[in-house]
Each structure stands twice: as structure tokens, then as C-alpha cells.
């Protein structure tokens, strides 16, 4: 399992291409999407939601409000995550989930008092943050079956939840992310050593 893991975190890289005659089984991505699913969200509230962008035109319209990468149309599969917005206590989205897990009342109260004075965009960028941990996720679980990924914060919000037809009171797009599979060989991963990023506090 240990090998495993450290094989996929070696094979995933930003894909800046994807073979457009490969396409990926109904059953990998079920697998990939089940790793944005069983991920942690802050209070267990899930705060993401996964549109599967299949429409052609759509995708060349995301393109050009995304800087023209061609992840976007190469891909198998677009997936653009959203984060739920107006994520308070009293957001009927956030009582059925309080209800679907049957969460106790001090639960729901610390909730109340910890979450809910905080203004809209800070509220977002806190539903937006739990919605990166299910894109890192997937990416991983992705790479592990030998699928590529591309994580895209490079577009045009506005423009894309334009072109989605996104109801923007109730999503905003955190991330476009491509899966599919690689066209050229993967640069070398470049990263810092360990010991650059650890400070010990002994
Ligand atoms: C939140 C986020 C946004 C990113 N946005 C883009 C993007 O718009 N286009 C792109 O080609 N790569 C994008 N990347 C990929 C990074 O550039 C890449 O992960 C980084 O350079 C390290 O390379 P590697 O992932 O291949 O190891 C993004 C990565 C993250 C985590």
C-alpha cells in the first residue's frame, strides 16, 4: 500500500496534454469520483460539488475563458468542482446534512456560533479550501490507476459560470479539473528537500 501510494504521487503531474482517443471507463471514473466523495470536509458538511462538463461546445467555450489551455478539450473528462456558497447554519443545504448524519445539538450550536458570523467571502474561501483536499484526492486516486490530471485555477470564473449556466447563489467554481490520459512523457518533478520545509519545535 505504502509503495503504491508513493508510485501514484511520482506518476501524477499537471498534464498539459491528454490523448483525445483514450477515454476513461464508466468505472474508473466512478473510482476517481468516489475519492472527492470520501474525502474530509471541515464539520463533515461536504462542501463540494462535481459538474461533468460532456457538452463539446461547452468545453471550447471553457477554453477560451481559461487562457486557451487545451487540458480542457483534450481531457476524457472535465470535471469543475464547486464549493457550496452561503454555507450557514440556517442554508437548507447545510440543515439536510446536519439531519442525514443526525448531528447532535452542541454540534450544531458550536456550528452556529463558529461559522455563521462570518461574512460571505470569507465563508467562501472557507467552503472553497475543503473542496482542494477532494481535488487532491482524486488527483492522487487518479494516478494511482494510471490516469492523468490537470488542476486548472487559471480561468475566468465569471465567464465560466456564465457559460455552465452555474447557479452562482448557491456554487462557486473553485477548480477545472481534466482527467485523462498523458500525450507526452512527465517532466521532472521539481520539488524542495525535506529538510527546507520542516521546522522541528522540540
Ligand atoms: C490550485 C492549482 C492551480 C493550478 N492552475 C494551473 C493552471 O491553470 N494551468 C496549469 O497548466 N497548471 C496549473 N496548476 C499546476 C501547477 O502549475 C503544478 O502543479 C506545479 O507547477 C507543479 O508541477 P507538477 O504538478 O507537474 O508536479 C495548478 C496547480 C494547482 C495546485
Known amino acids: 500500500m505504502r509503495n503504491n501510494f508513493d508510485e501514484a504521487m511520482h506518476y501524477r503531474h499537471a498534464c498539459k496534454l491528454f490523448d483525445t482517443t483514450k477515454s476513461i471507463t464508466p468505472d474508473d471514473l466512478k473510482f476517481i469520483l468516489n475519492a472527492g466523495r470520501l474525502s474530509p470536509s471541515s464539520f463533515g458538511v461536504e462542501h463540494w460539488h ?88 482524486m488527483m492522487t486516486a487518479a494516478a494511482s490507476i494510471g490516469i492523468d490530471s490537470c488542476p486548472i485555477e487559471g480561468f475566468d470564473s465569471a465567464a465560466v459560470e456564465k457559460i455552465m449556466g452555474i447557479d452562482t447563489s448557491v456554487y462557486g467554481i473553485a477548480m477545472l479539473l481534466p482527467f485523462g490520459y498523458r500525450v507526452n512523457q512527465q517532466p521532472a518533478l521539481h520539488r524542495s528537500e525535506l529538510s527546507e520545509l520542516i521546522t522541528y519545535l522540540n
Open 50 to 137: 462535481f459538474f461533468l462538463v460532456r457538452n463539446p461546445e461547452m468545453r471550447e467555450s471553457i477554453r477560451q475563458a481559461s487562457w486557451g489551455q487545451q487540458q480542457v478539450t483534450t481531457a476524457s473528462e472535465l470535471i469543475v468542482i464547486a464549493y457550496k456558497k452561503n454555507v450557514r447554519s440556517t442554508d437548507t443545504y447545510i440543515q439536510s446534512e446536519f439531519d442525514k448524519f443526525s448531528y447532535p445539538d452542541g454540534f450544531r450550536n458550536m456550528y452556529k456560533e463558529w461559522i455563521d458570523p462570518r461574512s460571505d467571502d470569507v465563508l467562501d474561501a472557507w467552503s472553497a479550501k475543503q473542496v482542494y483536499i477532494a481535488a487532491g484526492n
